[in-house]
């Protein structure tokens, strides 16, 4: 598996803030022709808290971050504000649970393709920073268990 080690940009030079989050194991499914959503997933892990505000990728209109559910016998997904990673602990992206959903994509992602991202995370005294870091598109493996999403 490949380890993607996120190149860093900071958004202010007096921010000491490091590379305190890695992105490993990051995956988008491709998608059917017309489709107009995608669903990325991944592996956070962080040495320190820090929450994922937002994202965002050059191949889609915006990027939300969503969390899958499953209410009665049907599952829904929601979107939520931001997501609060603990330190030391890794945070699993995956089919089922919480995902970044690329709205509006320009093309569509055939299985091979590179995509390209962004994570904009805030540390707890509230710093800023962005994370860039690819995605492969791929179809999902035996391991990510596909539980059916339900596109808006
Ligand atoms: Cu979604």
Not at 5 to 12: F, M, Q
Not at 40 to 51: N, P
Not at 103 to 119: R, S, Y
């Amino acid at each position: 598996m490949k380890t993607i080690y996120a190149a860093i940009t900071l958004l202010c030079m007096s921010c000491s803030a490091q590379a305190a989050l890695k992105v490993t194991n990051a995956w988008v499914k491709p998608t059917a022709p017309g489709q107009s959503v995608a669903a990325a997933y991944m592996t956070l892990t962080t040495s320190e808290d820090v929450k994922v505000i937002g994202a965002s990728s050059s191949i889609a209109r915006s990027v939300e971050i969503h969390e899958m559910n499953m209410s009665g016998n049907v599952m829904k997904m929601r979107q939520l504000e931001e997501l609060a990673l603990k330190a030391g602990k890794s945070e699993m992206l995956a089919p089922g649970g919480y995902h970044l959903m690329l709205q509006d994509i320009k093309h569509q992602i055939k299985a091979g393709e590179v995509v390209p991202m962004v994570l904009v995370i805030q540390d707890k005294i509230g710093n800023q920073y962005k994370i860039s870091f690819s995605v492969d598109a791929k179809k999902s493996t035996a391991k990510d268990v596909d539980k059916g999403m339900h596109h808006h």
